[in-house]
């Protein structure tokens, strides 16, 4: 099963590879990606293409807001509203499985 | 130079005479002393910063040590360089037109674009015209996130978010058109011994909204210190011809007419100039948002959407970094 943890460990590897350039630098899953300096828009862009490759989703424009997107705990939250209520939410959870995450 | 020390519209008054008077001296004494250069070649887009820029030089230098340029391309508009010419006919300054079209398609600048556009719109080809926007994001807590508007040869637009790589290649293959044009600029400047003068207002210049090695290279800035509500005083104060001081604000680098506001602010002008002041100043939202005729909320949201442009203009104003100080020189 995909879990909030999965999605905050999948996603944290994709902020410190990406923009951390894989350099030890802490940040909480609470932390903010703007505020902390991490992202910019179009990190933010690369995240949501990131979300939309990995989990099969649309991130719609209306999505695209800091509630969902501006930090571990927010992503994780928004990829478990958005997986639970998507159609053919097994197949996404197959997406995930198939990478080794669920 | 700013008047009233309290919050009202009047804030970015200037005294026009006495700022243009300080300004000419310091263009005198960077050009003739610091650079010692024997004129300035100005950049001149037909709109009202690079034409206030104009009018400072000739007034500072002398209208015989200025050259006026104009480097259209084919997304210009015929607009610019008609606006453009007025300028140096007013000042009765030498001016040159290079059409940069033919080094940017040498240099693929125009298809590289295309490339990328079409890989959010497969059908974008010969006779399409396009622009990149913004969303409104004041209204709302959204990111500034980047759609293209495309526009068919029968006059359907369509508005399609833009994917990191297509949103990177089309800024990428555009920033070909202000780089070129600052290589034309130096050809000048070498040519006359010259320097060149940058144009960006002070909105510009401190939210990055520039081109690093295109038009944010320059030997001087004479207007980076100004709002540009002042520029327009500054402007009527010069006598720039008023068809160009009405004119909206425009970046003329896409086929689609594109307003600063959209690709850049997405606030108008005069309000963003008086949410900079506020933020430089440590005015709090509440009491900017009535003067500026924003509320609260979108006050805070434009506060915090200038921090955020600051910090990504900090590369596009770093000098080169060293690893030590070069000693003697």
Known sequence: MLTSSNFAQDVRQFMVFNFLYGQERSFSDDDSFMGEGIVDSTGVLQLVEFLEATYGITVEDEELIPENLDSLNNVSAYLARKLNTAPGGDALQETAAARGNA | MISGSAISPDVLQVDAARETERITASIRDMVFNQLRRKGAVVGVSGGIDSSVVAFLCARALGSEHVLVLFTPESDSSPDSLRLGRMVAESLGVRSAVEDITPILRGARCYERRDESIRAV?????????????????????????????????????????????????????????????????????????????????????????????????????????????????????LGVPEEIRRRPSTTDTYSLEQSQ??????????????????????????????????????????????????????????????????EGI
């Open chain 2, 261 to 326: 506001e959209e690709f850049y602010f997405s606030l108008p002008l005069a309000k963003m100039d008086l949410c900079l002041y506020g933020r430089n100043n440590g005015i709090p939202a509440a009491e900017l948002a009535p003067v500026a005729g924003l509320d609260d909320k979108q006050v805070q949201r434009v506060y915090a959407m200038i921090d955020s442009k600051r910090n990504v203009a900090r590369y596009l104003r770093a000098a080169p970094l060293l690893v030590d100080e070069v």
């Open chain 2, 121 to 237: 719109v497969p059908e974008y080809g010969e006779g399409y015209k396009c622009k990149i926007v913004l969303p409104n994001l004041i209204d709302a807590n959204r990111y500034a996130i980047f759609s293209i508007v495309v526009q068919s040869p029968s006059g359907q637009t369509r508005k399609v978010r833009l994917s990191p790589s297509a949103y990177l290649g089309i800024v990428a293959a555009t920033n070909f058109k202000q780089r070129t044009r600052k290589m034309i600029e130096y050809y000048y400047a070498d040519l006359y011994q010259y320097a060149v003068a940058g144009t960006p207002n002070r909105l510009e210049y401190d939210q990055g909204f520039f081109v690093k090695g295109g038009d944010g290279a320059a030997d001087f800035k004479p207007i980076a210190h100004l709002y540009k509500s002042q520029v327009y005083q500054l402007a009527a104060y």
